[in-house]
């Protein structure tokens, strides 16, 4: 220091103590980390969470090593055709095990029962998503048949708070949603004609990819030729955001985070049978709760047609759509696999599916065993294309008998015969079809007809026109009838007199 400035000196002298007060004074929770702590510390404070893995026209995938204790367990199959199905088992996860277990025997049975040639069933599974209390499984099948093996898709979801599974349409938020979903996913695999609907059974394996984008696939053969093998379409997550269900957007958001460690830690809720009693997107109803076909000033008529889907069944979908009527279609088995696209669209529009047999038997004159697996294939057959389970059931030629009642109420089916026969079979002329149902149509009728035929289709528009005008309203059987008893047979929708119950409990 410049001892000519004997001031600055001095100035000087009081900064540097009064910097060694106040380093002295600091409070030692105010220092800094230690010099071989910092940079570990920064490093944890950028630490990113780890990202999902899986393409982008995938559902993301989660390593299994990454869920604390997930193991597997081979289904049991006991049918006749080999089946090697395996599925997860997590800990305090055991209504998803039990849940897997039913529904993959239920669907190697589907296969077999509608697959003449069936050669065997082949399914493995990966997980999708596990985080924020939620489990993504998707399974992977090969089934082969006489024509050679195609591969599927199916997604399940859980819900480890409630036990509760979820097929993939309760990712969307309701029916109106996944109709929007199906005309964006239209533009990707395919037209109208391509047998593309707002079905549970089309929309059964839905998921995110790693950036949010939602992403649909379908089986091979399923919208597409099978030689294209997987068909899928991905939704840019902001579009697909404004469809998805609550459950939607928590599978959204757990599926886009990568997955460590992740385990359930405790058991599953008392009580709880793992499904949801509630309706799902894809999951449609025969009856229409704004018609009561009870209401005195609602005159209900079922309009009923059997032996197809035919060649010109779409035509009479046109027209029933044109008039907002409704029918119910008594399926044949063989027309099912020649039309499926036709007997999807049917089911989405609203109308009444319904059992007629595979080959069209006198079921009285077989024993219940051929009854029975007659049935159980037509069963199976409409269940694949569509996700509905039939309850009614037609008897050709109406002829039935006390095993055949047995057979049906054993497998939950209504026997449902006619009123009206417009015998349009014997006489293939529009004009005397359309006579007969306008002469016999009566409240609570059940018209018989068959779609098979190209005059009964050009009677359909003067018929339901006709209808129409005098006050009608066309319902499926079960809106006629409401809750019928399996086995049980039903003509018509009229109530008994008080004298007819008298005599029936007599």
Request: proline residues 7%.
């Amino acid at each position: 220091m410049d001892p000519d400035h004997p001031l600055i000196t001095v100035l000087v002298a009081l900064l540097v103590l009064a910097g060694m007060v106040l380093l002295a004074a600091r409070p030692s929770d105010e220092a800094g980390p230690p010099a071989d702590e910092a940079p570990a510390a920064a490093a944890e404070e950028k630490k990113a969470p780890p990202r999902a893995e899986g393409g982008p026209d995938g559902l993301t995938v989660v390593d299994a090593a990454d869920v604390v204790g997930v193991g597997e367990a081979e289904l049991a199959y006991d049918g006749g055709i080999p089946a090697s199905v395996t599925y997860p088992v997590i800990p305090n996860a055991e209504p998803l095990a039990d849940f897997l277990k039913r529904e993959l025997d239920a669907e190697v049975r589907a296969f077999e029962a509608a697959s003449p040639g069936a050669v065997s069933f082949e399914a493995d599974w990966n997980l999708t998503t596990a985080g924020d209390g939620l489990v993504g499984v998707r399974m992977t099948r090969v089934e082969t048949d006489s024509e050679g093996s195609k591969e599927g898709y199916t997604t399940y979801w859980y819900d480890t708070a409630t036990a509760q599974h979820h097929p993939s349409t309760a990712l969307i938020a309701g029916q109106e949603e996944l109709e929007e979903l199906n005309a964006l996913v239209r533009e990707t695999v395919g037209g109208k004609d391509g047998g593309l609907h707002p079905i549970s059974s089309l929309y059964d394996s839905m998921g995110f990819n790693p950036d949010g984008d939602l992403v649909v696939e379908f089986d091979a053969g399923q919208v597409a030729a099978a030689s294209e093998g997987r068909a899928y379409a991905v939704v840019d997550a902001e579009r697909a955001g404004a469809l998805l269900s609550e459950l939607g957007a928590r599978v959204r958001d757990a599926a886009t985070v990568g997955v460590e460690d992740f385990e359930i830690p405790t058991p599953p809720p008392a009580g709880g049978d793992g499904g949801g009693d509630a309706p799902v997107p894809g999951e449609l109803s025969p009856t229409d709760d704004g018609v009561d076909c009870s209401d005195p000033d609602t005159k209900c008529v079922a309009l009923t047609y059997d032996d197809g889907p035919g060649g010109r069944t779409s035509e009479l979908l046109d027209v029933l759509a044109e008039h907002d009527a409704r029918a119910t279609f008594f399926l044949t088995g063989h027309p099912v696999m020649e039309h499926p696209h036709t007997v999807r669209r049917a089911y989405a529009e609203g109308h009444e599916l319904a059992n007629h047999t595979l080959n069209h038997p006198d079921l009285a004159a077989l024993g219940a065993g051929r009854v029975r697996s007659d049935l159980n294939t037509v069963q199976a057959l409409v269940y694949r294309e569509t996700g509905y389970p039939m309850n009614l059931m037609r008897p050709p030629y109406g002829s039935t008998d006390d095993g055949v009642a047995s057979v049906t109420a054993d497998m939950g089916l209504a026997q449902i015969l006619w009123s009206v026969d417009t015998l349009d079979w014997k006489d293939r002329d529009a004009s005397t079809v359309r006579d007969r149902v306008l002469k016999g149509a009566s409240e609570g009728a059940i018209i018989l007809m068959h779609d098979i035929h190209g005059t009964t289709i050009d009677a359909a528009g003067s018929v339901i026109e006709e209808l129409d005008a005098r006050g009608y309203t066309m319902v499926t059987v079960s809106q006629l009838l409401g809750t019928t008893t399996p086995g049980e047979t039903y003509r018509d929708g009229v109530p008994d007199t008080p004298e007819e119950d008298a005599r029936a409990d007599a």
